[in-house]
C-alpha cells in the first residue's frame, strides 16, 4: 500500500496564505469559523453537503434545506467581519485541496467532521473513498444538547466518478 501522509491543518493554512497572499492567521481564521459553523449545522438537523466530496447527514433531520457554500461562506463573513469573497475563497480552495489528496491517494480531513481514506487495489491505484465520520464531532454531538445521536457520512457520486476516471487514466 502506498504510504502518503495526510497534510496536517497549519500546512494546509500555509499553502493557502502564501497562494492568496494573505497572512495565515487571516486562513486560520476563516477554516475555524467554517468548521465551526458547520458542526452547528449540524447538530441543529441539517444535512451538509460538501459538493464532489462528501455528504453528512445527521440521524435526525430537522430542516431538509441545503444551503450553498457561498451561501455559508457570506453568513461566516458577516460573523468573523472579513469579505465574503475571501471567505468563500479561502473555504472553497481549502475543500479542492482535500478532494485533490484523495484523487492522489492520500487520506484526507475536514477537522473535526469527517475523514476520508482512499482504497487501493492490489496495484496500489485508488479504486475508491471510505468516508467516517471523525471521533471529535461524535464527542461534540455527545457534549451538546440535541436531538442528534450521530452522523453518517457519504462519498459524493461525482468524488466515485472522479476516481474511477483517474484509475482509467493510469491504466
Do not use: W
Not at 41 to 61: A, C, H, M, T, W
Not at 76 to 82: F, G, R, S, T, V
Amino acid at each position: 500500500m502506498i504510504s502518503l501522509e495526510k497534510y496536517s491543518i497549519s500546512e494546509r493554512v500555509q499553502i493557502l496564505a502564501e497562494r492568496f497572499h494573505i497572512t495565515q492567521n487571516v486562513v486560520h481564521k476563516v477554516i475555524n469559523a467554517y468548521l465551526s459553523y458547520c458542526k452547528e449545522v449540524l447538530i441543529n438537523g441539517r444535512q451538509l453537503e460538501y459538493f464532489g466530496l462528501v455528504s453528512l447527514i445527521p440521524d435526525k433531520v430537522n430542516d431538509t434545506f441545503i444551503t450553498t457554500l457561498a451561501y455559508d461562506c457570506s453568513i461566516i463573513a458577516e460573523d468573523i467581519k472579513l469579505p465574503q469573497y475571501t471567505v468563500y475563497t479561502i473555504v472553497n480552495e481549502y475543500l479542492q485541496s482535500l478532494r485533490e489528496d484523495v484523487l492522489e491517494g492520500r487520506d484526507a480531513e475536514i477537522r473535526g467532521l469527517v475523514v476520508l481514506k482512499p482504497i487501493y487495489n492490489e496495484d496500489n491505484v485508488v479504486i475508491g473513498v471510505h468516508a467516517n465520520t471523525s471521533t471529535m464531532l461524535k464527542q461534540y454531538i455527545e457534549e451538546n444538547e440535541t436531538e442528534i445521536t450521530s452522523v453518517r457520512a457519504h462519498t459524493h457520486k461525482f468524488l466515485k466518478n472522479d476516481i474511477k476516471r483517474v484509475q482509467n487514466a493510469k491504466n
